[in-house]
């Protein structure tokens, strides 16, 4: 079946302005998890879906930063005012209840300029 | 606190060595699940193994194996007989169940094998 799907694949945006990525998790996975991947700071977790449960958002770097996810399904990262230092690969990743395997996306690789 | 480390930066092998990846991490939960993770060039992350901390089983796939031992907090992998398609940045994650699920990667060892 498909896998997980993020769009878009690259985006490049200055300084300052609001970005969208989009995840699209494997269908029938009720968690949903968003990653970041940078030079410096490796892979770090951001936020986490789980059904209708309150998301997990601990791993997110600054109040610019949020998400939600529509109908248990979609997902959509924003960020806003964005910074130089946002540039990095956004990955997301979805597993099905209680297995924990989690099938991540390509990933969006974010430019700020 | 919970962590993943990867000692190796970097390992260049030639084709048809055999090499370890070493992972040590820490934890305070009693249950747990670890993970390796290959990203090949082209930049997805490809699940490969999911062991729980209950199991310490060692499991071999083909030309892949893990060892657990949970007295030395490791989860080693080894590839044999490596080939050039093996090369790759290899991450070693924890999860801890009761924080959801989510991951906690290792820096990742990066895996050069030259023909």
């Known amino acids: 079946g498909a896998g997980v799907s993020q769009s878009p694949s690259n985006k490049v945006t200055e300084k300052g302005k609001d970005v969208e990525l989009r995840c699209d998790p494997i269908?029938?996975?009720?968690?949903l998890y968003w990653y970041r991947q940078s030079l410096g700071q490796g892979l770090e977790f951001l936020i986490y879906f789980q059904g209708n449960s309150a998301p997990d958002k601990s791993g997110l770097p600054s109040d610019r930063f949020s998400a939600e996810r529509t109908g248990g399904s979609v997902s959509t990262l924003t960020i806003q005012r964005t910074q130089q230092e946002d540039s990095a690969v956004y990955l997301c990743a979805s597993s099905g209840r209680e297995t924990y395997e989690q099938y991540f996306g390509p990933g969006t690789r974010l430019t700020v300029t | 606190a919970q962590k993943v480390t990867q000692a190796q930066t970097e390992i260049s092998v030639v084709e048809k060595e055999d090499v370890t990846l070493d992972c040590v991490y820490e934890t305070r939960d009693t249950t747990y699940y670890l993970f390796w993770y290959k990203q090949p060039p082209s930049g997805e992350l490809v699940f490969l193994i999911r062991r729980n901390s209950f199991d310490e089983q060692n499991e071999i796939s083909g030309r892949y194996s893990w060892n657990f031992q949970k007295s030395t907090s490791s989860f080693n992998f080894t590839i044999t007989a490596s080939q050039v398609v093996d090369s790759a940045v290899y991450f070693c994650?924890?999860?801890?169940?009761?924080?959801?699920?989510?991951?906690?990667f290792g820096q990742g060892t990066e895996l050069s094998v030259k023909p």
């Open positions: 994650a924890l999860s801890e169940i009761f924080q959801g699920g989510k991951l906690i």
């Open positions: 269908s029938g996975h009720t968690a």
